[in-house]
């Protein structure tokens, strides 16, 4: 079974870069599926940011494209999340997950990780 | 990009009951498209249906989903206390993938 870790700094400064890492086990990210981050905000609720292919391609949310950046690094079988120049509006739980492909619900997500942007 | 709309916003109800929650699209979603999925305080989303009919592994028969077009529903039968979370429905036919703004449900 796919299991799914996010890791990062909880706390970031407005007009900066979140950055979070999620590390997959039970799964090689090099053999397929599609990896995802999607956070929620109590206001919103929630909002798929991108996805990246194993291959490296990459799909954003067009809200979100200018600001974000999302990588796999198949040698540590984990991937990553970059969103930059922050503010109070990102404050939210982030979570990592995967798609078994480009059209399919999310079928395993890691457990979260709140972060807060601070002025 | 296709808005999901959910109503109730908040849903109150006694246990051993059944809840309907709804979501409406913007526009026509194929029925392969459409997932519904459980938020509890400090938990990942569960997925509890797919393709707008299918429960996911290890769901109980209490969940049931339906729906076409841009009317589905999801339905929990016999309401237990373990059911209080935020229920939301999901699109995954365009990109970009939206949810719709969730139905909290109280017991």
């Known amino acids: 079974q796919v299991q799914l870790q996010e890791s990062g700094p909880r706390l970031v400064k407005s007009s900066e870069t979140l950055s979070l890492t999620c590390a997959v086990s039970?799964?090689?990210?090099?053999?397929?599926?599609?990896w995802a981050w999607v956070r929620h905000t109590p206001g919103k609720g929630l909002e798929w940011i991108g996805s990246v292919y194993h291959s490296g391609d990459t799909y954003y949310n067009p809200s979100l494209k200018s600001r974000v950046t999302i990588s796999a690094d198949t040698s540590k079988n984990q991937f990553s999340l970059k969103l930059k120049s922050v503010t109070a509006a990102d404050t939210a739980v982030y979570y990592c997950?995967?798609?078994?492909?480009?059209?399919?619900?999310?079928?395993?997500w890691g457990q979260g990780a709140l972060v807060t942007v601070s002025s | 990009e296709i808005v999901l709309t959910q109503s109730p916003g908040t849903l109150s109800l006694s246990p051993g009951v059944r809840a309907t929650l709804s979501c409406r699209a913007s526009q026509s979603v194929d029925t392969s498209y459409l997932a519904w999925y459980q938020l509890k305080p400090g938990q990942a989303p569960r997925l509890l249906i797919y393709g707008t009919f299918s429960r996911a592994s290890g769901i109980p028969d209490r969940f049931s989903g339906s729906g076409s077009g841009t009317d589905f529903s999801l339905r929990i039968s016999r309401l237990e206390p373990e059911d209080v979370a935020v229920y939301y429905c999901h699109q995954y036919r365009t990109s970009p993938y939206t949810f719709g703004q969730g139905t909290k449900l109280e017991i």
């Open positions: 997950a995967t798609l078994t492909s480009f059209y399919s619900f999310f079928d395993y």
């Open positions: 039970g799964y090689s990210i090099s053999n397929g599926y599609y």
